[in-house]
Every structure is written in structure tokens, then in C-alpha cells.
Nanobody
Framework: QVQVVESGGGLVQPGGSLRLSCAAS????????MGWYRQVPGKQRELVAD???????NYADSVKGRFTISRDNAKNTMYLEVNSLKPEDTAVYYC????????????????WGQGTQVTVSS
């Protein structure tokens, strides 16, 4: 089994910053793409940014230039530096990881964390 735990959310004023972390643990043979998603009530979950094991990144247009994704492959951990926060960034932020759990697994599987709340408000 694979566990995914996010941390670092909180209440911040507009223009502020946070650093979100996502740690994957458990049965991990290979860890491929790691990604951050966010969701507000009544809307679909949307991709914020993702990063491959080789370090290639992809960002939603709405966060380009403000958010920075990174990962530490040795620790199976991913980070999201969120700067210049806006009220519309308020959401639950989820981490998704793409994992091959064992050498016998024939494909990768997606695992999600429980989410961390980010609230941007004055």
C-alpha cells in the first residue's frame, strides 16, 4: 500500500506565500509523475502543476510565474512554493502520485492524499 500525505496549508493574506509538501511512502518501486491539484466546492478538481521523475514541470496558466513545483526523489517528496497568493487560489490542494508499487506490477497506479486547505483572505 502507498500512503500520500500533504502538509503546509493554512490561512494567508492576499499576496502572501506558503510552502506545501507531499510525502509518499509505503510500497514504492518506482515513483513517476507527482502532481498538485486543487478543488473548490462545486467545481471539478483541476491540475495546478506536475513534475516528472526527471524534473520536467508543467503548470496551469493561472499559476505560472507564481507557483514553483519541485521534488526530492531520494525522499519521495514533492513541494509547491506558492507566492503572490490571490483569493481565487483558495481551495483544497491535493497531491497525486503515479507509483509502480512492486517489480511485478505491470503498470503504475495513481494514489491521492487527503488534501490540505489553503485559504487566501484578508
Amino acid at each position: 500500500q502507498v500512503q500520500v500525505v500533504e502538509s503546509g496549508g493554512g490561512l494567508v493574506q492576499p499576496g502572501g506565500s506558503l510552502r506545501l509538501s507531499c510525502a509518499a511512502s509505503g510500497s514504492i518501486f518506482r515513483l513517476y509523475v507527482m502532481g498538485w491539484y486543487r478543488q473548490v466546492p462545486g467545481k471539478q478538481r483541476e491540475l495546478v502543476a506536475d513534475i516528472t521523475s526527471g524534473g520536467s514541470t508543467n503548470y496551469a496558466d493561472s499559476v505560472k510565474g507564481r507557483f514553483t513545483i519541485s521534488r526530492d526523489n531520494a525522499k519521495n517528496t514533492m513541494y509547491l512554493e506558492v507566492n503572490s497568493l490571490k483569493p481565487e487560489d483558495t481551495a483544497v490542494y491535493y497531491c497525486k502520485v503515479e507509483v509502480v508499487p512492486t517489480p511485478r506490477a505491470t503498470r503504475p497506479y495513481d494514489y491521492w492524499g487527503q488534501g490540505t486547505q489553503v485559504t487566501v483572505s484578508s
